[in-house]
């Protein structure tokens, strides 16, 4: 599965889109759970994962900077971290802890209902392709667009812009997008996109049955 999942660009079929973010919304992603095993303290690896490789750095690899330039770039400032800085790439699925709980269900009772189901999500064009192997749940979704490959990312207007050509540029508030950023909601609703900001899947599914777009479970 490429990020386009099953073909270019998609023309859904149905009257309503739902389209999900991934990282914390599908899976589980935090950085801290590799940092654990890798320092002596938690105090520690909070600071590395505050102070080092922090998201301000890693934003750019979601943005398209290849993991080997930005540790080279991040060793520049902190030689003395860098094999800790080069498992960020090397160790990358250490950092995740499975799918969150609850959202596998919601996503198979959209596909039962023949729910359109697209993905946007902040990710580097990297390790997109593993981590489509390692959760074949995201196979399911039918065009994924990753911000590593448009070398766009969340909130920039321009990935909503690009998304909704994606989708095949349906009424834009017939999209439903769910991601964990609250900043990401407003800007996609500003867009135009109908949004929900995701804290876990039983607020998800109560705001999904009062969109109509989920039958209560039976």
């Known amino acids: 599965m490429t990020a386009s999942a099953r073909g270019g660009n998609i023309s859904a079929s149905a009257d309503r889109i739902v389209l999900f973010d991934l990282g914390n919304v ?8 590799l940092y654990r095993k ?6 520690e690896a909070e600071a590395f994962c505050r102070d080092v490789c922090n998201m301000d750095w890693h934003v750019e690899h979601d943005r398209g900077r290849t ?8 060793k520049q400032d902190h030689p ?12 990358w699925f250490e950092m995740f802890d499975g799918y969150v709980t609850g959202v596998p269900a919601l996503i198979a009772r959209l596909e039962e209902a023949q729910v359109p189901l697209f993905a946007l999500s902040n990710m580097s064009a990297e390790v997109w392709p593993e981590t489509v192997e390692r959760f074949p749940m995201l196979k399911l979704f039918r065009d994924v667009v990753v911000s590593g490959e448009e070398e766009l990312i969340k909130p920039d207007p321009a990935i909503y812009e690009l998304t909704h050509a994606r989708l095949g540029h349906p009424p834009k508030d017939s999209v439903f ?3 964990d950023s609250l900043k990401n909601i407003e800007a996609a609703r500003a867009f135009g996109f109908r949004g929900h900001h995701f804290t876990d899947a039983k607020t998800l599914e109560a705001a999904l049955m009062e969109e109509g777009l989920l039958a209560p479970a039976a």
């Open 26 to 33: 599908v899976i589980e992603w935090l950085p801290l759970r």
């Open 38 to 43: 890798i320092f002596a303290t938690e105090a």
């Open 67 to 74: 993991f080997a330039e930005g540790a080279r770039l991040l």
């Open 80 to 91: 003395h971290f860098s094999d800790e800085i080069d498992a960020w790439h090397g160790r």
């Open 177 to 179: 997008f769910i991601d």
